[in-house]
């Protein structure tokens, strides 16, 4: 069964790094992007960093120079660097990922709080 499965979340202070990570399972082939979202409470969901398989990235505004996306050789597993974390990077940071035949897969969330 084709999943996702993100790890690296939690608790850091101001100014502090997380590592987030997307292992999409070996069904999931014919990946167009990757990417990561997060949502705040009472929001949609907001993308904070894309990549595709060439390397070629983009990033929210509030995040540039702050937050890195990279990927893997196999453009199986992405990751989402994050420094200088403020308070208002505190949501719920999911997984994305796009497929072939414009199929889209969801991880399951993962939680980060900013907070001193």
């Known amino acids: 069964q084709a999943q996702l499965v993100e790890s690296g979340g939690g608790l850091v202070q101001p100014g502090g790094s997380l590592r987030l990570s997307c292992a999409a399972s070996k069904s999931i082939a014919g990946i167009y992007a990757m990417a990561w979202y997060r949502q705040f409470p009472g929001k949609q969901r907001e993308l904070v960093a894309r990549i595709i398989p060439n390397g070629d990235t983009n990033y929210a505004d509030s995040v540039k120079g702050r937050f890195t996306i990279s990927r893997n050789k196999a453009f199986n597993t992405a990751y989402l660097q994050m420094n200088s974390l403020k308070p208002e990077d505190t949501a719920i940071y999911y997984c994305?990922?796009?497929?072939?035949?414009?199929?889209?897969?969801w991880g399951q969330g993962t939680q980060v709080t900013v907070s001193s």
């Open positions: 994305y990922v796009l497929r072939a035949g414009q199929i889209e897969l």
